[in-house]
């Protein structure tokens, strides 16, 4: 099936620190959307990203849908420790509009006080 | 206002058991989804549905059923519960086909 590449899979920051991580595919995407899960919980929408180019921020979260429509970049900014947790990439494929979306195997934050 | 709403939180089978995952949504959204999430694992979906009376096989819908008779309950059916269906599974639903909101999960052991 269609894959996400999600990178890094982890990492370990010190407080304070900024934050990127990125989702790539082969195939082309009509939508990107970016999930945060803590433990135990269901994911919880962060961001959606529509149109290509899109530069989407909420809070000290921002993201943004690359040009090729192949990819797309979170940032967290000046990071704090309840920023702890999985977050996944999740894209709808162009050819789709059912809401079949393809996750990414997710990047896993810890953040040092 | 209470979402998506799963039940039960947690459950362990015998192999061969039957069960069926509860989902109740209250946003009166047409869509709704079937996630399975293992362990280090992002989410596949196992079924959707845009609108009662309407489901379709998702990613990994082998070993599972599910019926949509009213827009606020999507049921999620194990037949013949196996190992290989441990798992944790979310119940999604969203107003559109893009911006999905989750349930808490179902933790299920199957041993």
């Known amino acids: 099936g269609q894959q996400l590449n999600q990178s890094p899979q982890s990492m370990f920051i010190q407080e304070g620190e900024d934050v990127s991580m990125n989702c790539t595919s082969s195939?082309?995407?009509?939508?990107w959307l970016w999930y945060k899960q803590e433990p135990g919980e269901g994911p919880v929408l962060l961001i959606a990203?529509?149109?290509?180019?899109e530069l989407t921020s909420n809070g000290r979260l921002t993201a943004q849908f690359g040009i090729t429509r192949k990819d797309s970049f979170l940032n967290i900014s000046a990071s704090i420790p309840s920023d702890v947790g999985i977050y996944f990439c999740?894209?709808?494929?162009?050819?789709?509009?059912?809401?079949?979306?393809?996750f990414g195997q997710g990047t896993t934050l810890q953040v040092k006080p | 206002n209470a979402g998506v709403t799963q039940t039960p939180k947690f459950r362990i089978l015998k192999i061969g058991q039957s069960m069926t995952l509860q989902c109740t949504q209250d946003?009166?959204?047409?869509?709704m989804y079937w996630y399975r999430q293992d362990p280090g694992m992002g989410l596949k979906l196992i079924y959707y549905?845009?609108?009662?009376?309407?489901?379709d096989k998702g990613e990994v819908p082998n070993g599972y059923n599910v019926s949509r008779s009213t827009t606020e309950d999507f049921p999620l059916r194990l037949e013949l519960a196996a190992p290989s269906q441990t798992s944790v599974y979310f119940c999604?639903?969203?107003?559109?086909?893009?911006?999905?909101?989750f349930g808490p999960g179902t933790r299920l052991t199957v041993t």
């Open positions: 999604a639903s969203s107003s559109d086909p893009y911006e999905q909101y």
């Open positions: 195939s082309i995407f009509n939508t």
């Open positions: 990203l529509y149109k290509a180019g």
């Open positions: 999740a894209g709808q494929l162009y050819s789709s509009n059912t809401g079949k979306l393809i």
């Open positions: 946003m009166n959204h047409n869509y």
């Open positions: 549905s845009v609108g009662a009376g309407i489901t």
